[in-house]
């Protein structure tokens, strides 16, 4: 049917007129081509201001502004007027689109505005540019940029529907990157009803529906069968793209002292927005576009009350990550509806379309004393835009699933101190450690751990950092703050063989809730300054140098085949979110002077065992004597 389209349209952007076509019918409409716009000639466009009813107001051509519109088209100057352009203020963002009628025939929709004409002087983008997106191929990714520098675009309000009023805020401060300002909408009674479009009819483009809805709302331009075009100017100048296409009733024009705004509901969907470019988009009613179904599972532990959210988000990967973590937040918002401190954990899985491809699942757990449900989301906005923006391959996804459970109190502990036997090892050796912590005005708990010593660790000093799974150790702070390097700069000196080499490391990334056995560059080390009493930590032996060693690739078989090998490590889960950190230095040894240096040490300990009972014997002897003498 596509095909059909594009030779039907191709066709008609050539001769830049009406034509009847074998086996089609005649157009609906009848276009007036810009080369026939003369100043001083008068029309009519139409609009809805008010629920599905379509309106018109007058406009007057004041003159054709050459090479402006997109892809070096012409834009139409003209001023509106009439007793709907007095109630609205002027041209009303969610006019864009607007179709405008000089006698009789179809000019274009009404599109670009002045910022300071009072909103009486717009432009017309030209039917006869519009038609072309119906002839652009799907395959085609170019986009149409209208060279208006001196205008502004008549913006296209985006409503949003079914979030909390911390979700809104939350969405206004992310789509804030897209130059977007999203309105809470409310919901109208005819919002479940599929209504066909005419010219002027309003229409929504959407990214979100379900539970959640969130969609630019414009104006219908044209109308020729199933097919669309609107707005007259890009949305977010995708060029092939799949929005849902939506129905919209609007409840009323916003004034402003900058621009109106039509509010109104996203309604019931009706179809696919495929295109998305210079001159506007188009749509095709009773299609579908592909999508990404979003499952959130929020449980209150408090109230013990569990939400459930489904949505469908559109194919985007510059979109989605915002559109995700913006999804989740408002299902943990509207389950708790609080905001403030408390504790969540959570699991989330990426299912790609491709089923050969292994899913992304991680399980993390987080506290904060000031906004759990943003905190809540922050990994999981950052690690889709890693796996979003890699330079692999392509990441589409068919599914996302989320899993959270939340609770007021603070479920955070701390690490005390640790053992650890032996102190003298050799490579392959088994350590046996027992670390000290407490729960955040709670008991002392232990976790008995064991760490392998790599059987490729070079002989002399091996420290071992024993932390928090999301605690930095100390050292590499120090080292960070040294070199004055960002998050941004230590992640582009990470390199990554392929994708599944990207996906393995983050995760295998640690939890907050674990407590990490892991070793520490050698050349990075705490020591313990007793001079005033307190301990405290420097980087000894650091030869000044770009990059610090421990982002260096090690000279050792580990890392031979990847900069990213997986590192010797021991972790142990817990109920709590780990907090600080400590070290312990070994000697690595070979096996015979091990055993030897061991031998010694038992020998010594023995000795000094005995020495402490002789001396022990020799004090209770003299207290014995002491006491015969006083007798």
């Given at each position: 049917?596509k095909?059909?389209?594009?030779?039907?349209y191709?066709?008609?952007v050539?001769?830049?007129?009406?034509?009847?076509?074998s086996?089609?019918?005649?157009?609906?409409?009848?276009f007036?081509?810009?080369?026939?716009?003369?100043?001083?000639?008068?029309?009519?466009?139409?609009?809805?201001?008010?629920?599905?009813?379509?309106?018109?107001?007058?406009?007057d051509?004041?003159?054709?502004?050459?090479?402006?519109?997109?892809n070096?088209?012409?834009?139409?100057?003209?001023?509106?007027?009439?007793?709907?352009?007095?109630?609205t203020?002027?041209?009303?963002q969610?006019?864009?689109?607007?179709p405008?009628?000089?006698n009789g025939?179809?000019?274009?929709?009404?599109?670009?505005g002045f910022?300071?004409?009072?909103?009486?002087?717009?432009?017309?983008?030209?039917?006869?540019?519009?038609?072309k997106?119906?002839?652009?191929?799907?395959n085609?990714s170019?986009?149409?940029?209208?060279?208006?520098?001196?205008?502004?675009?008549?913006?296209t309000?985006?409503m949003?529907?079914?979030?909390?009023?911390d979700?809104?805020?939350?969405?206004?401060?992310?789509m804030?990157?897209?130059?977007?300002?999203?309105?809470s909408?409310?919901?109208?009674?005819e919002?479940?009803?599929k209504l066909?479009?005419?010219?002027?009819s309003?229409?929504?483009?959407?990214?979100?529906?379900?539970?959640?809805k969130?969609g630019?709302?414009?104006?219908?331009?044209?109308?020729?069968?199933?097919h669309?075009l609107?707005?007259?100017?890009?949305?977010?100048?995708?060029?092939?793209?799949?929005?849902?296409?939506?129905?919209?009733?609007?409840?009323?024009?916003?004034?402003?002292?900058?621009?109106?705004?039509?509010?109104?509901s996203?309604?019931?969907?009706i179809?696919?927005?495929n295109?998305d470019?210079?001159?506007g988009?188009?749509?095709?009613?009773?299609?579908?576009?592909?999508?990404?179904?979003?499952?959130?599972?929020?449980?209150?532990e408090?109230?013990?009350?569990?939400?459930?959210?489904?949505v469908?988000?559109?194919?985007?990967?510059?979109?989605?990550?915002?559109?995700s973590a913006?999804?989740?937040y408002?299902a943990?918002?509207?389950?708790m509806?609080?905001?403030?401190e408390?504790?969540v954990k959570?699991?989330?899985?990426?299912?790609?379309?491709d089923?050969a491809?292994?899913?992304?699942?991680?399980?993390?757990?987080?506290?904060?004393?000031s906004?759990?449900?943003s905190?809540?989301?922050?990994?999981?906005?950052?690690?889709?835009?890693?796996l979003?923006?890699?330079?692999f391959?392509?990441?589409?996804?068919?599914?996302?699933?989320?899993?959270?459970?939340v609770?007021?109190d603070?479920?955070?502990?701390?690490?005390?101190d640790?053992t650890?036997?032996?102190?003298?090892?050799?490579?392959g050796d088994?350590?046996?450690?027992r670390?000290?912590?407490?729960?955040?005005r709670?008991?002392?708990?232990?976790?008995?751990?064991?760490?392998?010593?790599?059987?490729?660790?070079?002989?002399?000093?091996?420290?071992?950092?024993?932390?928090?799974?999301?605690?930095?150790?100390?050292?590499?702070?120090?080292?960070?703050?040294k070199?004055?390097l960002?998050?941004?700069?230590?992640?582009?000196?990470?390199?990554?063989?392929?994708?599944?080499?990207l996906?393995?490391?983050?995760m295998?990334?640690?939890q907050?809730?674990?407590?990490?056995?892991e070793?520490?560059?050698?050349?990075?080390?705490?020591?313990s300054k007793?001079?005033?009493?307190?301990?405290?930590?420097?980087?000894?032996?650091?030869?000044v140098?770009?990059?610090p060693d421990y982002?260096?690739?090690?000279d050792?078989?580990?890392?031979?085949d990847?900069?990213?090998?997986?590192?010797?490590?021991?972790?142990?889960?817990?109920?709590?979110?780990?907090?600080?950190?400590?070290?312990?230095?070994?000697?690595v040894?070979?096996?015979?002077?091990?055993?030897?240096?061991?031998?010694?040490?038992?020998?010594?300990r023995?000795?000094?065992?005995a020495?402490?009972?002789?001396?022990?014997?020799?004090?209770?002897?003299?207290?014995d004597?002491?006491?015969e003498?006083?007798k």
């Open positions: 049917m095909s059909k389209w594009i030779r039907k191709k066709l008609a050539m001769v830049g007129c009406a034509l009847l076509f086996g089609a019918s005649a157009w609906a409409d009848p007036m081509p810009v080369s026939s716009v003369r100043e001083g000639m008068h029309g009519l466009a139409k609009t809805v201001v008010h629920g599905t009813t379509i309106d018109t107001f007058n406009v051509v004041l003159g054709v502004l050459k090479n402006k519109g997109a070096g088209g012409d834009l139409v100057l003209v001023k509106v007027s009439g007793p709907l352009i007095d109630k203020n002027g041209i009303a969610g006019m864009s689109g607007s405008v009628y000089i025939k179809l000019l274009g929709a009404v599109a670009y910022p300071q004409s009072g909103g009486r002087i717009g432009m017309v983008t030209p039917i006869e540019d519009m038609l997106l119906w002839a652009i191929d799907d085609e170019s986009t149409m940029e209208p060279d208006v520098n001196h205008l502004i675009p008549l913006e309000p985006l949003a529907s079914g979030y909390t009023a979700g809104m805020n939350f969405l206004s401060e992310k804030k990157g897209f130059h977007m300002t999203p309105y909408a409310a919901s109208s009674g919002d479940d009803r066909p479009l005419y010219p002027g309003s229409v929504a483009a959407t990214m979100i529906t379900g539970d959640l969130l630019a709302i414009g104006t219908v331009t044209y109308v020729d069968g199933d669309i609107a707005f007259g100017h890009p949305f977010m100048n995708a060029g092939n793209t799949g929005y849902f296409m939506h129905n919209s009733y609007i409840f009323t024009v916003i004034p402003s002292t900058n621009t109106p705004f039509k509010l109104g996203v309604g019931a969907e179809g696919e927005i295109q470019r210079g001159t988009i188009s749509g095709v009613s009773g299609e579908s576009p592909s999508f990404v179904p979003l499952h959130a599972r929020v449980t209150d408090d109230l013990r009350f569990t939400r459930n959210l489904d469908r988000m559109i194919k985007s990967q510059k979109l989605l990550p915002t559109l913006t999804s989740v408002n943990i918002s509207s389950t509806d609080r905001s403030g408390g504790t959570f699991t989330y899985t990426f299912y790609p379309a089923n491809q292994k899913p992304f699942t991680r399980t993390n757990m987080y506290w904060s004393s906004d759990i449900a905190r809540s989301v922050d990994e999981i906005y950052d690690v889709l835009k890693i979003a923006d890699n330079r391959k392509d990441y589409d996804l068919r599914n996302i699933d989320v899993n959270m459970s609770t007021k603070r479920k955070t502990a701390r690490i005390l640790a650890a036997t032996p102190m003298i090892v050799s490579p088994t350590i046996y450690l670390v000290r912590l407490q729960a955040y709670g008991d002392v708990f232990y976790k008995d751990m064991t760490f392998t010593v790599p059987k490729d660790q070079p002989y002399g000093k091996m420290m071992l950092e024993v932390r928090g799974g999301g605690v930095i150790p100390l050292p590499y702070l120090l080292e960070q703050q070199y004055n960002s998050d941004e700069v230590l992640d582009r000196l990470r390199t990554y063989k392929n994708f599944d080499d996906q393995k490391n983050i295998d990334e640690d907050n809730n674990q407590v990490v056995i070793i520490l560059d050698p050349n990075v080390s705490m020591i007793e001079d005033d009493g307190r301990a405290s930590a420097e980087i000894q032996g650091k030869k140098q770009d990059t982002l260096h690739k090690e050792n078989k580990s890392n031979k990847s900069d990213n090998a997986e590192r010797p490590r021991s972790r142990a889960d817990t109920d709590y979110v780990i907090y600080g950190d400590g070290q312990f230095t070994f000697t040894l070979p096996e015979a002077k091990r055993d030897a240096a061991l031998k010694k040490m038992i020998n010594s023995k000795k000094a065992v020495e402490m009972h002789a001396d022990n014997e020799n004090e209770a002897q003299d207290a004597s002491g006491s003498e006083k």
